[in-house]
């Protein structure tokens, strides 16, 4: 009797085709994912810095280097030269204006003095001579008036005598004439004799005069030598600690060369370096903030030096309100200088994707988080903290801030965790 056999619904051989179908299907799927355009690369999140976008308050600001310094300092330089023979102070030493700092010699200047003062006294000597030949001249000059005037008086008597007497006919008039021309003799004699007085009393003036400046000379200059031998003696122009002393005993310092510096203890500056590249945004005005000993502070820009050294400009700040206690000459700050007021704006956070894109794509996470696409990103301002996004971006995407180095030219990164 026949029996029916049942026919079987998996065979071997239907399985091997199944099998064989869908690997050819994985293999042409593969193939096509592979190479439709887009290169791939699979990267472990843990492996890499995922940064959201957000909008929020930006300031742009830059990270400078300041050292403290006084807010005024006075330097020593040497008015004059010579050899440093004493020191009476050592350097870091608090002074008090006028208090002497050093003594120098200089044997030159020295019998320059001497020499001066030996001109000084010789000139004094010469006006006193001057002045008693001219008292002495003086005395003569009016004894001579005295007497012409004296004989004046008598021929005047006599003429008009004879005057009186030849009218009435008593004399003749060679008596007469003769008494006539005594009188007009010693009226001209005396009036050339006072003349001659007024002239040499205008010159005894005047000479006295020279004298008296030619003497008011030579006490100036031997008042500037003695200021010149007193410069020897290097002291404290103000109030101060004395820093930076370069003087040894021995050594010869040459006139202007500097011997070292007073700095005023009022107060404190901060000298910043800022380099080039913000030369047209930084005006006076301009404040940073810095953190010492826990606590932030407030700098303003108060002087800006246009020359540039090195790639890089200088800007005097000082404190605003209270200054740090325990802060010292010479300390240096990491301040954050600001360029603008705050402003709200897109902002993505820094990291090190920038030195591979210069900022012009970034790989954007896609909604479900698994992929990262290569996108195209414009980028502004940027402070310490945050790049300013201008487009490309929205509030909310999250991207790839870490660095690029070993993505080559991938197009999209498969993110994964291990």
Do not use: C
Not at 5 to 26: D, F, M, P, Q, Y
Not at 50 to 66: C, H, L, Q, R
Not at 220 to 229: E, P, R, S, W, Y
Not at 296 to 303: A, E, N, Q, S
């Amino acid at each position: 009797m026949d029996r029916v056999i049942a026919k079987k619904k998996w065979s071997v051989k239907r399985l091997l085709t199944i099998g064989v179908s869908v690997g050819i299907a994985a293999l042409i799927g593969a193939s096509y994912y592979f190479t439709s355009g887009k290169s791939r690369l699979n990267v472990d999140t843990e492996r890499i810095i995922i940064s959201e976008v957000k909008k929020g308050p930006y300031k742009d600001a830059i990270p400078v280097n300041g050292v403290v310094l006084p807010l005024t300092t006075i330097y020593l330089d040497a008015v004059e030269g010579g050899r440093v023979e004493e020191k009476y102070v050592e350097d870091g030493t608090v002074m008090k204006k006028g208090q002497p700092i050093l003594r120098l010699s200089n044997t030159d200047l020295e019998l320059n003095l001497l020499s001066q003062q030996s001109n000084v006294y010789n000139t004094l000597t010469q006006m006193q001579i001057a002045r008693n030949a001219a008292l002495q001249n003086t005395v003569t000059k009016r004894n001579q008036l005295t007497d012409a005037e004296n004989l004046l008086k008598e021929a005047e008597r006599v003429y008009l005598l004879d005057k009186r007497l030849y009218e009435q006919k008593v004399i003749g008039f060679q008596e007469f004439k003769k008494a006539e021309n005594d009188y007009n003799y010693n009226l001209q004699k005396y009036s050339l004799t006072r003349e001659i007085m007024q002239q040499d009393s205008t010159t005894n003036v005047q000479q006295l005069a020279q004298a008296k400046q030619s003497y008011q000379g030579s006490q100036n200059a031997l008042g500037l030598f003695q200021k010149k031998v007193g410069d020897l003696i290097v002291r404290a122009p103000v109030d101060g600690q004395l820093t930076s002393l370069d003087a040894e005993i021995g050594q010869n310092k040459n006139k202007g060369e500097r011997l070292g510096q007073i700095d005023v203890l009022s107060g404190f500056k901060v000298r910043v370096d800022v380099d080039e590249h913000y030369v047209s945004r930084i005006y006076t005005g301009l404040k940073g903030t810095f953190n010492f000993a826990g606590k932030d502070y407030t700098l303003t820009i108060k002087k800006i030096f246009s020359q540039i050294t090195k790639s890089s400009f200088q800007v005097d700040m000082e404190f605003e309100g209270e200054v740090p206690k325990g802060i010292r000459r010479g300390q240096t700050l990491q301040i954050l200088l600001a360029l603008s007021d705050e402003t709200q704006a897109l902002l993505l956070p820094k990291g090190g994707f920038y030195q591979q894109t210069g900022g012009n794509w970034i790989f954007k996470l896609s909604a479900d988080g698994r992929r990262a696409y290569k996108t195209d990103i414009q980028l502004g301002r940027q402070n310490t903290e945050y790049y300013e996004v201008l487009s490309g971006l929205k509030p909310g995407d999250k991207v790839v801030t870490s660095s690029y180095e070993n993505y080559g030219n991938m197009q999209e990164l498969i993110l994964k965790k291990n």
